[in-house]
């Protein structure tokens, strides 16, 4: 009799008879290790360990729409918004011109430089990270702290009363919080130490997140194009008709929620993609370190494989569950600014944009711990969702996932990094000023913020890597313990001593 413990990216790692036959020694050691389930408000839970599908494409519908309108918006940029860029960008506009045009150049090495400025800061804070976790997440208290301190005395100073007012309930708010998650710190910095060095082992995935989000950024690119071709021809048909007032002129409500359901799903498709990717490569690495242990490891590229073949379609559904939801979500808004609206119009369209909140929220909760599953053993969406959360519920960790200390660390981290390369474009700007001379008095404004959208957007990308793997090392510790004591005993530890201080009751062991 043998039994296999299913690894990501398609390992599986076997135990010989002899080591099944130590039989007493091993129960012992899971009653010290893992919750007995008769501790937990369900005795008897549903929950099985995960296992390896095969390799077949699950939800294969939502990959086949998505790339139907994929498809779809790139012949609505062809047909209609190319030519409609060359109208409105051709001689007759005079919007390029020969003499006096402004020169991009300067513009382009500015954009390097905070590129190159980015990475290297992304990847000093990375080291960070794992030297000091637990003081990075307890200076990342302090400073949001500091900052609504700060906001409050400069309300205050140029005599914005309300906004001063606001700004103390916020400061008591952001004590109160750092006195109840204070105690937590030891927790999140053992599961942050742990994510950061599984990813750190492999380097690559850090590449290949780049290498999406560019594919996102030139997707982005494409929609904006048919966008303008659609607006373009709405406008064409209203002069047609004699329907134009003014430049007052907008596509249908059908056209607009079909374009923005397009835009947000294939972003939501390219971030969860990472998502799955990241997953693969830490669960590998948790089971098979041999596999995942390199800049580009064997796991990367079956998680890679997997993630934009077999899996490809269970992302696309639950992508596409928030996208319709932050479709919604944008179209209440845009009704809500309508001055049209009276009173009661406006107070109903603020509580279904309330709920529609509540929904996407939800369900970027629930697919933040269903892709790790789909990228540990390739379930499809819903089984995925289903059974991690049964797991979570059958060792009473209810608590323990919602636990969001180290997610608001790296985005603080991630909007410090973008701060800080603005800077590096500031410092630029005065060492180079011929190379934006061309925009005059807004060079400085320019130089600055495509430095901090820049600087934001790389942090932003090499941050949520972490986040992904942070996530992974919860699920899998939850599924997986035993595993994890005999690849990486010294993290093992390190981890439960910290969650035996945190978390005695919780835990189980």
């Known amino acids: 009799m043998r039994r296999s413990c299913v690894i990501a990216g398609g390992t599986t790692k076997t135990a010989t008879t002899k080591q099944l036959t130590m039989g007493i020694n091993e129960e012992e050691t899971l009653t010290t290790t893992l919750i007995d389930p008769e501790s937990l408000d369900n005795p008897n839970p549903t929950y099985q360990k995960g296992e390896l599908q095969d390799s077949k494409c699950r939800d294969a519908w939502a990959a086949i729409l998505f790339y139907a309108q994929l498809i779809a918006v790139c012949c609505v940029c062809g047909v209609l918004g190319v030519p409609a860029v060359r109208r409105n960008f051709g001689a007759g506009n005079d919007v390029v011109v020969v003499e006096g045009r402004t020169d991009y150049t300067g513009l382009i090495y500015v954009t390097l430089i905070a590129a190159a400025s980015s990475f290297t800061l992304s990847t000093i804070s990375l080291t960070l990270m794992t030297s000091c976790p637990k003081f990075l997440i307890q200076l990342s208290l302090l400073f949001s702290l500091l900052l609504s301190l700060l906001i409050t005395a400069t309300s205050f100073y140029y005599q914005q009363y309300i906004a001063g007012a606001f ?100 972003q939501q498709v390219f971030q969860n993609t990472i998502h799955v990717i990241v997953a693969g490569v830490v669960s590998t690495w948790w089971f098979a370190p041999d596999e995942a242990s390199s800049c580009c490891s064997v796991a990367i590229k079956d998680s890679f494989i997997r993630a934009t073949t077999c899996s490809f379609g269970s992302i696309c559904f639950g992508s596409l569950l928030v996208a319709i939801i932050q479709t919604l979500r944008s179209m209440v808004e845009s009704a809500r600014h309508d001055s049209s609206n009276d009173g009661c119009a406006a107070f109903v369209l603020c509580l279904v944009d309330c709920l529609l909140q509540c929904l996407q929220g939800i369900l970027e909760y629930f697919n933040k711990f269903a892709y790790i599953y789909v990228g540990m053993y390739g379930y499809s969406y819903l089984e995925a969702g289903k059974n991690v959360m049964t797991l979570f519920h059958a060792k009473g960790w209810d608590i323990i996932i919602a636990d969001d200390l180290v997610s608001n660390t790296l985005s603080l981290f991630a909007l410090i990094g973008g701060g800080l390369v603005g800077c590096v474009g500031l410092a630029t700007n005065a060492a180079f000023p011929s190379w934006l001379a061309g925009f005059e008095g807004a060079a400085s404004g320019i130089a600055f913020g495509f430095s901090f959208l820049i600087g934001l957007v790389i942090s932003s990308i090499m941050l949520s890597v972490v986040d992904s793997s942070v996530n992974t090392v919860l699920v899998s510790f939850a599924e997986a313990p035993e595993e994890f004591q005999q690849n990486h005993p010294k993290l093992s530890g390190e981890m439960r001593d910290a969650w035996r201080l945190v978390y005695p009751a919780e835990c189980g062991f």
Do not use: H
């Open 167 to 266: 700004g103390i309930l916020f400061f008591l708010m952001s004590c109160c919080y750092a006195c109840c998650v204070w105690r937590r710190i030891p927790f999140a910095a053992a599961n942050l130490n742990t994510g950061l060095t599984a990813v750190k082992r492999n380097g690559g995935v850090f590449v290949t997140s780049v290498w999406i989000t560019v594919v996102s950024f030139g997707y982005l690119v494409v929609w904006m194009v048919a966008m303008v071709g659609v607006y373009d021809a709405t406008a064409a048909a209203a002069a047609g008709g004699g329907n134009v007032e003014g430049n007052n002129v907008q596509p249908s409500w059908g056209y607009l929620f079909l374009l923005l359901l397009a835009l947000f799903w294939t």
